[in-house]
């Protein structure tokens, strides 16, 4: 995959490994992010001075599209979106009243905003060079981690949508990848992520090696370990994943 000369659009751009990926690919591309705090996107426009931002909140089917239109009309050379903005609750689910609102929540963010951004961008993306859509999961597609209450299911959605996609797409120039990230220390984590997070910078290094090599699904790190383990012992991986201490 060509990683220069593009026009990218970041969702969940302002943080964590949205905006790792704006810092990335800044030097050589032109970069749009979305996020839904202002003045996380105003503080990401002041770091990195060449990309453009819009606020949106994922959830909201209006918005998206409105999202969409705006890139259609003010960045008509958008060839790339990365997927990657995600929310998670971490409530048991049976002691939640709120338990519904959430779990719809989580689904229409984490799903269901990736599917509408790719459906209303789909127009924009295909008509320029080197186009392509990036889906960021998990290696929780894999093995669910319970202290995640809908996240695995909406991100194991994710995946199987990405590969229903990439196939439909086989004959266009189109190129659908997926990239299963690991457990990163970001503030996704509220400050206590596990020990074995690693870095963002160094998640998105993997990411790039893994483009540059047109890998269509790109495991990170432990990632590949995981796929492994629960492929020959499932159980096994699920006891592992779900012994992880945090900080």
């Known amino acids: 995959m060509q ?3 593009n026009t990218i659009f970041i969702t969940g ?7 790792e990926m704006a810092r990335t690919f800044a030097p ?14 105003k503080k990401a426009k002041q770091e990195i001075p060449s990309l453009e931002y819009r606020q949106c909140d994922l959830s909201d089917p209006e918005q998206c599209k409105e999202l969409a239109l705006w890139v259609r009309e003010h960045h008509p050379a958008c060839n790339i979106l990365i997927n990657n ?13 709120d338990a519904l609102i959430k779990a719809d929540y989580e689904l229409q963010t984490n799903l269901m905003g990736p599917i ?22 998990t290696g929780l597609i ?11 299911a909406t991100k194991a959605a994710l995946h199987s949508f990405t590969q229903v996609l990439r196939d439909q797409l086989k004959h266009t120039p189109i190129r659908i990848y997926e990239v299963m990230f690991p457990v990163v220390d970001t503030p996704w984590h509220d400050g206590a992520a596990p020990d074995i997070a690693i870095t963002p910078e160094a998640a998105v290094k993997q990411m790039r090696k893994g483009l540059r090599k047109d890998k269509k699904e790109i495991r990170v790190g432990m990632v590949k370990m995981l796929y492994l ?11 592992m994943i779900n012994r992880l201490s945090n900080k």
């Open 3 to 5: 990683l220069s000369d």
């Open 13 to 19: 751009g302002s943080s964590g490994l949205g905006l």
């Open 28 to 41: 050589n591309n032109h970069i749009i992010i979305c996020g839904r705090s202002p003045g996380k996107l």
């Open 85 to 97: 903005a995600a929310i998670v609750h971490r409530e048991p689910f049976y002691k939640d009243d």
């Open 116 to 137: 509408r951004l790719a459906k209303h961008l789909l127009p924009v993306i295909e008509q320029n060079s080197n186009p392509a859509i990036i889906n960021v999961t």
């Open 142 to 152: 894999y093995v669910p981690r319970t202290l995640y209450t809908y996240y695995n």
């Open 229 to 239: 383990n629960c492929r020959l012992a499932p159980g096994l991986a699920f006891k």
